[in-house]
Every structure is written in C-alpha cells, then in structure tokens.
C-alpha cells in the first residue's frame, strides 16, 4: 500500500512533466489553459498539461477492482464455501454483480470533479505540496460531518484542526515563496493557483466521503465492488464530458484555451513511450493501492496506517527532489508536522488528558469519519462483523 500510494503520486506528476508533440496549433499555442499558465505557449513539444484526460485514465485503474472482486467471488463459489463476508454483502439472498450499483453513479461525479481538479493542481504545483496540502480533506470532512452527519466534535477536534490549516498555510506560503528560484522555478501566480485547486478538490473529496458513508450505511457493498463501479460510472461520465470541456474556454491573456483537449492528449500519448508508460505506472498503482488498502484497513491498527501515509508523503518529497522535480526547503518540514500533529490529535493518536476530555457519552458515536479513504470506510460495511466493529472505532487512513 505504501509503495503504491507514493508511486500514485509520482506517477502522475511524471506523465504531467513528461514532454511530447501534439497536435498542431496556430502559433504553437498551449491546448489547455494549464499548459497556457505553465508557459507552454510557442513550443512544439508540450507538457502533458491534461488533468481531466488523466482522471479518465485513473477510473481505469478504480475499474479494474471490479475484476479482482469478480475473479475473488468465482473462486469462493469454486471452492464450494461460503462467500466471504468480506466480498460478498448479503441483503435478500445472494448479492448479485449489479445490485444497487446505480447508487454509486453520483460518488463517481463527485469522485470525477475532485480528481480532475486535484491534477489541474498538481500540474501547476509541486508533487510533495500537493501531496501534504492534501491533509486539508480533515477540515472539510469535519465541516460536513458536523452539518451534514449531525455529529458533535469535541474541543480536541477543534484544536487539531486549527493545526492542520496552520500546516497546509505553512506549506502553501513556502512553495509560493521558492516557486520563482531554482532548476525546478514555477510561475509564482501559477503555485498559488495550483495550492488553492488542490485545496478546494479536497471540499469535493469530503463530500464525496459523506456520500459514500450515507450510501454504504443503507445499502451496503463490497469494497473492490464499490470501487470498481464508481470506476466505470466514472469513466463513461467523464469520458463523455470531455467533449464539452473541449468547448468550455477560459480566458488566458491574449487567447483563449479550453479546459481540456482529449485529443491532443491521445496524440501526445501516441507519439511517446516515456507517456505510455508512466500512465500505465498510474492505472497500475490506483488498482493496486485500492486493493492493498482493504487488506492493512483490516490488519493494521489506526497508527500504523498514519504511519504508513506519513511515510508516504515523506517517500513522495524524497523521490521528488532526487529527481530533481524540486528543491527541498527546511520550512516544509515544520509544515509537515503540524499536518501531522494535527491529524494524530484529531484521530485520537495523539492525546493529551491533561488538556482535552475524551470521554465519551453514554451513545455517543466516536467522531472517527475524518481521514477516510473510499475503501477503508466501505470496508467497515463489509459485513465482517469483527472487523466492522473495530473498525467503526478506529479513525482510516486517507488517500491518494
């Protein structure tokens, strides 16, 4: 899950730098509005400025879970047992493939936007800043899990999240304040518009969570079901929008540019193996980190898999910096650790008694939504009883 997870992020920004002709433009024009603000304008040979092509090509990787659930569930009939709770749900009988699927249409929109806005900002910023700033879904999940879910945070909460927005101002500042230095120099306006869409896809990442928590809790699924469904509403969805993101211009200066060019995209990928390759890495680690996420949600405990998202983003800074995608600065690591103390108080990793009450009501219902990845939290509806319970008292690893 761990090497997955960072070769999700690295992958992506490896296919976003990667350099490639397309298709030809008056005046070699940038065909996005990402390649126009990343300076594509006047060159042949363009980066891969294509986020919504690429959230396309992520749903594949989602898809392909549903072909691991299908495989697992041919080989529970086979071996003439009993369907494993844990990859078949029961409600009336024997779940069928396609029961209730129809549900997870809307998270698969909500999953498209949040995605497809995450890489626009990745494509502007840096891979270890869009890694961190992406701890902002704590804030949004608590907001929506408040107003929403009609939960009640304790003063811990509130205190832990005043932590991760200190983190994410923390981060953001120093990448808008050595954007314009080095080998690896960005457009200052370009950084801090980057920061702000990762920042605000994490809105649409929270509510995504909310949907899934409400349709799991009435429904119930599988995990690789779930996933794999949101994969193929995903992908038909969005491989239809395309066509009028192509017609949707944004002013860019002197010109205008679409949001997005699927066809320049397939031509870039066409004339590139270093592309083709790096988007494969990218379907590849999306399945597989779906797949492995089920299993240590089950094994491990809370604090190992904060460890291991951690590590991940520690993994993610490393690689890109040896890669020389960019420079390491010493005040992202402050940034870091309120991102990380934050999100360890909020969970409940990090306690101080002395400070803060965690007792709880006679009821109550621990707040532990915050933090949770599409599979961990459709696994604690899987209807393993033993895990189920462990699980609704352990907070969940965030994603990719």
């Not at 031509?267 to 270093?274: A, D, F, L, P, T």
């Not at 803060?356 to 532990?368: A, H, I, M, V």
Request: with cysteine; proline share 2%.
């Amino acid at each position: 899950m761990f090497i997955s997870g960072t070769l999700n992020t690295i992958a992506a920004a490896w296919a976003q730098r990667t350099t490639a002709v397309g298709k030809e433009t008056t005046d070699n024009l940038s065909t996005t509005i990402w390649g126009s603000l990343e300076g594509d304008d006047g060159k042949s040979v363009r980066a891969f400025n294509h986020p919504f092509f690429q959230a396309c090509v992520m749903f594949i990787g989602e898809a392909l879970c549903l072909v691991a659930f299908c495989v697992k569930r041919e080989m529970s009939k086979r071996n003439e047992e009993r369907p494993s709770a844990a990859l078949l749900s029961k409600s009336k009988g024997e779940e069928g493939i396609f029961t209730n699927s129809i549900y997870f249409s809307l998270p698969a929109m909500l999953d498209m936007c949040g995605t497809g806005v995450m890489n626009a900002g990745l494509c502007l910023t840096y891979a270890s800043v869009f890694q961190m700033l992406r701890s902002a879904v704590v804030v949004f999940t608590a907001i929506f899990s408040v107003f929403l879910l009609k939960r009640r945070l304790k003063l811990f909460h509130w205190v832990a999240i005043f932590f991760v927005c200190l983190g994410v101002f923390v981060v953001g500042y120093v990448s808008i304040e050595y954007s314009g230095s080095g080998d690896d120099a960005k457009p200052t306006s370009s950084v801090m518009l980057g920061n702000f869409l990762v920042i605000i896809a994490q809105a649409m990442v929270a509510f995504q969570m909310v949907v899934e928590e409400k349709i799991i809790g009435r429904y119930g699924a599988p995990a690789l079901k779930a996933v794999g469904f949101e994969g193929i509403f995903g992908f038909v969805i969005l491989g239809i929008l395309l066509v009028p993101l192509y017609y949707i211009h944004i002013s860019g200066g002197a010109h205008d540019y679409p949001i997005e060019d699927a066809v320049d995209a397939l031509i870039q990928v066409g004339n590139s193996s270093e592309l083709k390759v790096s988007l494969a890495c990218y379907v590849c680690s999306i399945a597989f980190f779906n797949f492995f996420g089920i299993s240590v949600t089950k094994a491990m405990s809370a604090s190992h898999r904060m460890v291991l998202d951690s590590l991940r983003t520690v993994a993610v800074l490393t690689c890109s910096v040896a890669l020389g995608w960019e420079q390491f600065h010493a005040e992202q690591l402050a940034g870091f650790f309120f991102l990380l103390l934050g999100t360890g108080m909020y969970n409940e990793i990090v306690t101080f008694p002395a400070l803060f009450d965690y007792t709880q009501e006679e009821g109550e219902e621990r707040e532990s939504f915050v933090m949770a990845h599409r599979v961990d939290s459709m696994t604690s509806k899987d209807g393993d009883d033993t895990n189920s319970k462990k699980l609704m008292n352990e907070p969940l690893l965030a994603n990719v």
